[in-house]
């Protein structure tokens, strides 16, 4: 399995930027997928993810109504445009899956780290104010 994010940047605040994952080994119908960010000091957060059911998304608070995640399955590829942004956003991006197919009774607290097995390395993203 390979995950590699791209499309961080250096922006202002009020911007937008989409990022982007691309992977691979990986079967998206089978698997939760999830955007996640980390800060300096600060500990790995969810952002957005979608279950393996392609349901409804989930986002976390902090986010939502700015940050929208999306799919394209014939591309195994994972998208997270982000509007509006701000300061407090900055921090390293991670693109994970689940470590469990088929997770059942997937929710919101389904989306932390220790439940996602692969990574990739991460995109910078840095909002001046």
């Known amino acids: 399995v390979e995950l590699v994010e791209s499309g961080g940047g250096l922006v202002q605040s009020g911007d937008s930027l989409t990022l982007s994952c691309a992977v691979s080994g990986l079967d998206f119908s089978r698997y939760a997928m999830g955007w996640f960010r980390q800060a300096p000091g600060k500990d790995r957060e969810f952002v957005a993810g979608f279950s393996w059911s392609h349901d409804s998304p989930y986002y976390a608070d902090s986010v939502k109504g700015r940050f929208t995640i999306a799919r394209d399955n014939a591309k195994n590829a994972v998208y997270l445009q982000m509007n509006s942004l701000k300061a407090e956003d900055t921090a390293l991006y991670y693109c994970?899956?689940?470590?469990?197919?088929?997770?059942?009774?997937?929710?919101?607290?389904?989306?932390?780290?220790?439940?996602?097995?692969?990574w990739g390395r991460g995109t910078q993203v840095t909002v001046s104010s």
């Open positions: 994970a899956a689940d470590k469990i197919a088929f997770r059942i009774n997937l929710a919101l607290s389904s989306f932390v780290p220790g439940n996602f097995g692969s």
